[in-house]
């Protein structure tokens, strides 16, 4: 199968690197398990948050987050909605290839994936909700103080732009996009907890040439940051509020 997962880098997974697939992981690669360490990441975002001039820590952790759930995402859905195979994405099997800088940059997998036990839709996600995002968040939210909304946000914000992209690969079929996006839809999981992917991106008629169509529910905070301000797919209600206390502070 490990043959079978690098035949899906082609359309709009072109630009990515494979993940590597070895039983040994690179000996330069992280156990993801680390990101659950409160002094692994205090040293991991003093790395990252010194092109920020190490400003707000928030921020700098939102920013990791997205480098980091955008591989997750783009990876694991593929395999997922294409293949119909889970991969080993747990903190605990996982293990992560970083640049000089902490931005995670390849995954390392044990194996490539095994065939869904689940096809339901709010039940095939379960290994990067349950064994990978949520724990890794409700850490990235202890160790900086950010809600934890921000990163699911950053997360979902991923997982609905990978869902629309990969609804135009080469091998997807005409509803593939259906379980992920069936998900979105759902306000709880199969256990009633609260959906934290519920609805993450919102399209809106733009009401100006300047404003984007396709708007994130939730700020990603990376105006805390005075250099970068905010995204191009800030919430519209947040921009000119926070451009005006700017202006005022």
């Known amino acids: 199968m490990t043959q079978a997962l690098s035949t899906l880098y082609i ?48 921020a700098v952790a939102s920013l990791w987050s997205k480098w980091h759930f955008s591989a997750l995402a783009a990876h694991g859905l ?21 640049s ?13 994936g095994r065939p869904l036990a689940e096809l339901a839709p709010l039940s095939r996600f379960a290994t990067l909700l349950d064994g990978h995002l949520t724990p ?18 950053n997360a979902g914000n991923y997982f609905e732009y ?15 996009a259906e379980p992920a996006r069936a998900l979105m839809e759902s306000r709880s999981l199969p256990d009633g907890r609260r959906n934290p992917l519920y609805r993450p991106v ?16 939730l700020c990603c905070i990376r105006y805390l940051i005075d250099e970068l301000g905010y995204c191009a797919n800030c919430p519209l209600e947040c921009r000119p509020a926070r451009q005006a206390a700017k202006a005022a502070g």
């Open 100 to 112: 000089d800088e902490g931005r995670t940059t390849r995954l390392d997998l044990r194996h490539a």
């Open 136 to 153: 890794l968040i409700e850490a990235l939210a202890a160790a900086t103080g950010a809600s934890p909304k921000v990163f699911w946000s």
């Open 202 to 217: 919102r399209y809106v008629t733009p009401a100006a040439p300047d404003q984007p169509a396709r708007v994130r529910r």
């Open 78 to 98: 593929a395999a997922n909605l294409l293949l119909e195979r889970d991969l080993p994405l747990g903190l605990d099997e996982l293990h992560l290839e970083q």
């Open 11 to 58: 359309g709009p997974l072109e630009g990515l690197a494979p993940p590597r697939v070895s039983a040994t992981p690179d000996p330069d690669a992280r156990s993801a398990r680390e990101l659950l360490d409160p002094a692994y990441l205090d040293a991991l975002f003093a790395r990252f948050g010194a092109r920020y001039g190490h400003g707000d820590r928030r």
């Open 162 to 176: 990978f869902t629309g992209a990969l609804a135009d690969h080469p091998m997807a079929s005409p509803d593939l």
